[in-house]
């Protein structure tokens, strides 16, 4: 059985079709709390929380890295700085992951 986390999770959309496949969640990690408890609603367990403040080697070894990466710096909802708001610059501490 393949193993997957999931980071950035929000309320859990990118892992329902890998649930469905019967792909295991070893782990997963949303800093935002309203999302996280919608998150534990959802899956009946509540993710981590900021990622950049877990250690590696806490996360557990897996198959695949699922990470709906952060977009409030690109939408027109949110203060639209692009890669200038950190939290948009994350995409480049897991692609060489």
Not at 12 to 25: M, T, W
Not at 79 to 84: P, R, T, W
């Amino acid at each position: 059985m393949a193993r997957f986390i999931d980071l950035f999770a929000g309320i859990g959309g990118i892992r329902i079709p890998f649930d469905e496949l019967g792909y295991q969640c070893v782990f997963s990690s949303e800093w935002d709390k309203a999302a996280c408890q919608t998150y534990a609603a959802n899956f009946g367990e509540c993710p981590q929380g900021d990622i950049t403040k877990i250690p590696e080697r806490e996360i557990p070894a897996h198959d695949l890295l699922l990470a709906g990466s952060p977009c409030q710096a690109f939408s027109i909802t949110g203060k639209m700085q692009g890669f200038a708001d950190t939290r948009d610059t994350m995409f480049f501490e897991i692609e060489y992951q």
